[in-house]
């Protein structure tokens, strides 16, 4: 292992490219692949997963993978997910999976500016829709296993990498249909999968989070209908007046604190890497009860405050059916993201408690899931920890909990722990995901790949000491 290190940290000091004239030949071959996936549109609206599955599966098999280890799984019209698993000869531990979606949210050209679904290189960045969710570890996957293919790197568990659909929303989720229908073909002792983040401030590598829990998606839908009439002849009351003071009264409504063993650690080790006052006000945080003036700085900053409670916000709101009539019906819709443990009935008396307004229903448009969080193993954490601190010594490795949905939940619920881990750091604030002008920091991406493909190598440790190793 010591020696392998040493070789890593050689590697690492000489392969990080800023530009694409510097891209070795598998350096290119993962960026043309990334390119490739993120040009094809696999929105639910009007996309194809079944499109990028099959591209892969033809990479794979070019590269000397047989059929028998690559599955392209139709559930629907343009939708498929991807298994393919390169095996161990003599396996002394049950298989590792390598989880990334290949669907998107809806973009927009509109509201880009240009083709979101174009591929481009600008300045420090790569653009396009995916570019962060979720094709760079898509594309990085299976070049790296591809690579491993091609060495005739010898494993001592078998290695499966998974594209899926729908991750993003749709009736067609992946994760679901598989754990269904071919559970057997991804059975695994546990999950590497999109959800940690590591931070960029100030030009410095300070935290690489391991995401081991999720809060839970639950959103409701509010309803206020009236008997309508003439615009001519206003009413008191008027549906879309009613429903707008019921979401400012959310909009002003905060939930409670609420730690967990994650969320505790996570704000334990990141104070360490700030500066005061805000190192003190953080730990504040972990005081019991918290301090008040910790919550009221923290809870002004959108990147903390969902760490700290349950959130909900209103995303959709419909209402009315002409112009010069009363409107018959206001309709919104409310996402919360629920702390772990949380039950959305309670939260859902909560809303209507602070709605304070009986003509205005309140329901749940879907019953949310809960997942445990995944117990941080010796084995994943010493494992990115290493790796990290050749890598990028100055950086925390830290437990987290993601506030947004990933199809780890799932996973989680059939027994098989998930980490969210993926060597791809972005600059503190920046949250482009599922938003306009998507992007990727170039140095980001070929980074992500040296440390997944070195993470991998890591817990697979390969039979012969000599396999597959030169990097």
């Not at 240009?114 to 760079?136: L, S």
């Not at 990727?440 to 980074?447: A, E, K, N, V």
């Amino acid at each position: 292992m010591k020696s392998l290190l040493l070789c890593f940290a050689l590697f690492c000091s000489l392969s990080f490219p800023v530009a694409a004239a510097a891209l070795d030949e598998h350096q290119q071959f993962t960026l043309d692949l990334f390119k490739q996936l993120i040009e094809i549109n696999t929105t639910q609206s009007s996309g194809s997963t079944l499109e990028a599955a099959e591209l892969v599966a033809k990479k794979l098999r070019q590269a000397g993978f047989s059929d028998e280890d690559i599955h392209v799984i139709k559930m629907a019209d343009r939708k498929a997910n991807l298994v393919v698993r390169l095996r161990s000869p003599e396996p002394s531990y049950g298989p590792i999976l390598l989880l990334s979606h290949i669907d998107v949210v809806e973009a927009n050209p509109e509201d880009w500016g240009k083709d979101p679904f174009t591929f481009i290189t600008e300045g420090d960045h790569y653009y396009g829709r995916g570019t962060m969710d979720d094709k760079n570890e898509a594309a990085i996957h299976i070049a790296n296993l591809i690579r491993m293919k091609q060495q005739g790197y010898q494993p001592n568990r078998d290695i499966i990498v998974v594209l899926t659909a729908d991750e993003e929303g749709g009736p067609n989720n992946g994760v679901m249909y598989l754990l269904k229908h071919h559970r057997d073909l991804i059975e695994a002792d546990f999950v590497i999968n999109e959800g940690g983040v590591g931070v960029i401030e100030d030009g410095k590598f300070t935290i690489h989070a391991i995401e081991s829990a999720q809060k839970i998606y639950q959103s409701f839908q509010l309803e206020v209908t009236n008997p309508g009439g003439h615009s001519s002849r206003p009413e008191k009351k008027n549906a879309i007046y009613q429903l707008a003071r019921a979401l400012l009264r959310i909009d002003d409504f905060q939930f409670p604190v609420e730690l967990n063993e994650t969320t505790r650690a996570y704000f334990e080790a990141t104070a360490q890497t700030r500066t005061e006052p805000e190192s003190s006000l953080m730990r504040g945080l972990l005081q019991t009860p918290p301090a008040e003036q910790s919550i009221a700085h923290f809870e002004k900053i959108s990147s903390v405050n969902p760490l700290l409670r349950t959130t909900c916000i209103a995303t959709q709101v419909e209402a009315g059916h002409a112009e010069n009539a009363l409107p018959q019906r206001a309709m919104a819709k409310v996402n919360c993201r629920l702390m772990p443990g949380s039950d959305f009935k309670q939260i859902m008396t909560v809303l209507s408690d602070v709605i304070a307004d009986n003509e205005v229903a309140i329901e749940p448009v879907f019953e949310g899931l809960s997942s445990d969080a995944s117990p941080l193993s010796s084995e994943i954490v010493d494992a990115v920890t290493s790796i990290t601190a050749v890598m990028w010594p100055d950086a925390l490795v830290v437990p987290s909990m993601t506030t947004g949905a990933t199809d780890a939940l799932f996973f989680r619920n059939a027994g098989m722990p998930v980490y969210g881990v993926s060597g791809i750091f972005n600059t503190a604030g920046e949250t482009r995901i599922h938003g306009r002008d998507e992007r990727i920091l170039i140095r980001s991406f070929h980074d992500g790949s040296v440390f997944l493909d070195q993470l991998v190598r890591t817990l697979t440790s390969p039979l012969d000491a000599t396999s597959g190793q030169t990097l």
